[in-house]
């Protein structure tokens, strides 16, 4: 079993794909808790709370109404939480366009790219690629 984190944040403007996702993480048993957001504002408001741990694996939806991942990401970065750069930050999307290849690899806090939608499977090997195992 992979180890179980502390926390996973869904970020994606649809609410199916985020419920889809969370009976993912759940399968995967991989995280003690999964806080989602269908909104960067509301993700940000929830990040910027001292009580609230920042969670160790955040997935981030690239094209969202109103605030974008990238936008997201700059507000991100001006979080006055030093935890926050611990955080695997993976973007999902539904095709792989090389401008946000481009785009993600000229930002330092992007850990991947992965394609919609996420399996048992994808989770695992997140999980398994950027953090330890402990068996």
Not at 12 to 29: E, R, V
Not at 44 to 54: G, Q
């Amino acid at each position: 079993m992979p180890k179980q984190l502390e926390s996973i944040l869904l970020l994606d403007d649809n609410y199916s794909t985020n419920f889809i996702h969370k009976k993912f993480i759940a399968y995967a048993n991989c995280a003690k808790n999964v806080v989602d957001f269908q909104s960067g504002i509301d993700a940000l408001e929830y990040l910027k709370i001292p009580e609230n741990p920042i969670p160790e694996l955040i997935f981030i939806d690239i094209n969202m109404p109103i605030m974008s991942a990238w936008e997201f990401l700059e507000n991100y970065s001006e979080l006055e939480r030093e935890d926050k750069d611990n955080a695997v930050i993976i973007l999902l999307t539904t095709s792989l366009s090389p401008k946000d290849e481009e785009k993600a690899a000229n930002i330092g806090q992007i850990n991947g790219i992965w394609l919609k939608p996420l399996s048992e499977e994808k989770i695992n090997a997140i999980i398994q690629k950027y953090f330890e195992i402990n068996d």
